[in-house]
């Protein structure tokens, strides 16, 4: 029992791993992590709301009938979505701004739809749980390193400290919209070569 | 006409829904590994981002602000766009049998596209008025065309090329993507 918990947790965290392994929700990934305070931000959102559909889904999953479970699990990711948005709007302003459309627009990330329909839909609440806390975590984990390799790069810091001393000239290329793209390509080439072996 | 002539241009080029924006990147990957599904999903793309810029702008105007219940936005636009698409399917699977074969299994996924709900949501955040609004959402929707048919045509070629194994397929797809955005980086000073 507890067996089968920790391995729905840990599929998430390198075997499943979301934006690397399943390629979804790739929008917020590229978008949001220009900088590691962002990418984290983001991340435990996602967390946050995944977690909450995954165990209402996974609860309500004898009652929905087949036919118009998506519309039904969009309304309850939808509700857990606002309910995220005003929380950080009343407690973490500043990132709210930041973050600013992608916020509601968990909403469409397919990794929350994604793992409603082909797990919590069919398991009992408890698995739920487990499954969107490690895809969650996971999710949360590659944001942030992407961050931090654009932020590292493109600005010279971590977190807002310089890594390099004053003579260091950023690599504004990583942190516009082409680098995104670029960086999360090379990094996917370098988790296929660990993969591999 | 100018400013919706500068707009226009804006969406398409500059503000890119794909490559500047980073919206509906999983169709962007998704469906570019052939050009007549790419070509599918942008024609799905206009026809659905029309109508729900439209739709959801009016909702917003008329009915969201008015009742001060904003906070719903979300839920509501996310519910429009929903039974729009289901609306548009079996609108045409009746009346226009020949187009539906043609977007058919791209409907139901747009969806969950989030460019589409995106620019629904850039049209509120920018205050457009109704028409700017609509023209804003044609061209965002003609910009994620011209962008995916472009990455398109790209991927057919790189397909025929022997690529080293562990850029194969998507990691390949998104640096190749990155190109295009830089290219696309060169309209920044247009408008």
Known sequence: MAQSIAKEFTKGLWAELPPFRLVLGLCPVLAVTQSVENGIGMGLATTFVLICSNFLVSLLRNIIPAKVRIACYIVIIATFVTIVELLMQAFVYELFLKLGIFIPLIVVNCIVLGRAEAFAGKNAPHMAIADGLGMGIGFTLSLGALGAVRESLGAGTILGTPLFGPDFQPFTFMVQAPGAFVCLGLMLCLMNLIGKK | ?191
């Open chain 2, 1 to 191: 006409m100018t400013d919706y002539f500068v707009l226009a241009i804006s969406c398409i080029f500059v503000n890119n829904i794909l490559l500047a924006q980073f919206l509906g990147n999983c169709p962007f990957l998704g469906t570019s590994k052939k050009m007549e599904t790419a070509a599918g999903m942008s024609m799905a793309v206009v026809f659905v981002l029309v109508m729900a810029g439209i739709i959801t702008w009016i909702t917003d105007t008329y009915l969201l602000k008015p009742l001060n219940i904003e906070f719903l936005r979300t839920l509501s636009f996310i519910l429009v766009i929903a039974s729009l698409v289901q609306f548009v399917e079996m609108f045409l699977k009746k009346s226009i049998p020949g187009l539906y074969a043609g977007l058919g299994i791209f409907l139901p996924l747009i969806t969950t596209n989030c460019a589409v709900m995106g620019a629904c949501l850039i049209n509120i955040k920018e205050e457009y008025t109704f028409l700017q609004a609509t023209v804003a959402s044609f061209s965002y929707a003609i910009g994620f065309g011209l962008a995916l048919v472009l990455f398109a045509g790209l991927r057919e070629r790189i397909n025929i090329a022997r690529v080293p194994q562990p850029l194969q397929d998507t990691s390949l797809g998104l640096v190749t993507a990155g190109m295009i955005a830089l290219s696309f980086y060169a309209f920044k000073g247009m408008v």
